[in-house]
């Protein structure tokens, strides 16, 4: 079966750092996705890793064990409008995209 | 940068009728897919589009649901007869081509049935 999970919700404090674990079984792994969504808007995709390690983009970094079935975003100097929801997908062995239920992240000042 | 174009924003029908979603994608790719996201639960996959026919459909895509490329930019989701349990919001997606291309979304049809 096909399943990924992620926490429901978090909160943080503007400056600061946060981790957003995805957890996934899925038949065929074909790369993992990261998407920020802002309520009643589309995704936006922030990042993807295909192979193992840590993959840096500004405020923004995404890291993927395979061995694990594991992946975090981390933002970093968050600031208000990183409150959002962010989705984690798996491309399955078909190149569909799989998604998490996703995190609602709520920074406060 | 290139988008993906949604029309309408929002549709609201009543049960029993047919639906026409309509989409747009980025011009030169080739891969094309719908996603539907019904409130507070999280995004389903419904079918993708390549090369003029239906690479893959999900469960929920059953025969009241139809895709079609009429004109070679436009990418519609038809369904037949709405059903209450159709609302939701309808996103379609396009892609270039293999390998790490991301998936560029539309802004979705929030798709009311009454």
């Known amino acids: 079966g096909q399943n990924i999970d992620q926490p429901t919700e978090m909160t943080a404090t503007e400056g600061a750092i946060v981790q957003i674990n995805c957890t996934y079984q899925t038949s065929g792994f074909n790369g993992l996705f990261w998407y920020q969504q802002h309520a009643g808007e589309a995704p936006t995709f922030l990042s993807y890793n295909v192979l193992d390690g840590l993959e840096e983009k500004g405020r923004f970094s995404s890291f993927l064990s395979r061995s694990k079935g594991y992946s975090y975003l981390l933002l970093k100097e968050l600031q208000m409008k990183d409150s959002a929801s962010y989705l984690c997908?798996?491309?399955?062995?078909?190149?569909?995209?799989?998604f998490g239920t996703g995190t609602l992240l709520a920074v406060q000042p | 940068e290139p988008e993906v174009t949604q029309t309408p924003s929002h549709q609201v029908t009543q049960m029993g009728q047919e639906v026409i979603l309509r989409c747009v994608p980025i011009s030169n790719h080739l891969y094309f897919y719908w996603y539907r996201q019904i409130l507070g639960q999280k995004v389903e996959f419904l079918v993708s589009?390549?090369?003029?026919?239906?690479?893959?459909k999900s469960e929920i895509f059953d025969d009241q649901f139809s895709v079609e490329r009429p004109d070679g930019s436009n990418f519609t989701l038809k369904i037949r007869s709405t059903k209450l349990e159709d609302s939701a919001m309808y996103f379609c997606?396009?892609?270039?081509?293999?390998?790490?291309?991301?998936?560029?979304f539309g802004s979705g049809t929030r798709l009311t049935v009454v």
């Open positions: 997606a396009s892609r270039l081509r293999q390998g790490n291309y991301g998936y560029t």
């Open positions: 997908a798996v491309r399955g062995a078909t190149n569909k995209l799989i």
């Open positions: 589009f390549y090369n003029n026919e239906i690479s893959e």
